[in-house]
Nanobody, 129 residues
Framework: QVRLVESGGGVVQAGGSLRLSCAAS????????VGWFRQAPGKEREFVAA????????YYQDSVKGRFAISRDNAKNTAYLEMNSLKPEDTAIYYC??????????????????????WGQGTQVTVSS
């Protein structure tokens, strides 16, 4: 069992930055791939970024490439999402998720919600214009 708790959300002006954190407790965090998803009002939850369990490979949604960066610190059992040059369309609830090592995750590059085993409760990010 893995429990995930997100933090770091808030209100920021367009062009600003935020860093989200995802603190994991439970079984060995280093065995899990991590992903960030977001859900805006009235929309489906969508993939944002993912990193495999080694930390060697990361994947991004096209709209955030070059602006967001995913990272992890296994010693601290924490994953991060650094968000720069934020836009109003980035406004959403951001969720952290963890996935056991699997060929599905590799094949899908962490983009599929169903490849994840555990989810956090989410943190709100609001970008004002």
């Amino acid at each position: 069992q893995v429990r995930l708790v997100e933090s770091g959300g808030g209100v920021v002006q367009a062009g600003g930055s935020l860093r989200l954190s995802c603190a994991a407790s439970g079984r060995a965090f280093s065995r899990y791939a991590v992903g960030w998803f977001r859900q805006a009002p009235g929309k489906e939850r969508e993939f944002v970024a993912a990193m495999d369990w080694t930390g060697d490979n990361s994947y991004y949604q096209d709209s955030v490439k070059g602006r967001f960066a995913i990272s992890r610190d296994n010693a601290k059992n924490t994953a991060y999402l650094e968000m720069n040059s934020l836009k109003p369309e980035d406004t959403a609830i951001y969720y952290c998720a963890a996935a056991l090592q699997s060929m599905n995750f590799i094949r899908n590059q962490g983009r599929r919600r169903h490849d994840y085993n555990y989810w956090g409760q989410g943190t709100q990010v609001t970008v004002s214009s």
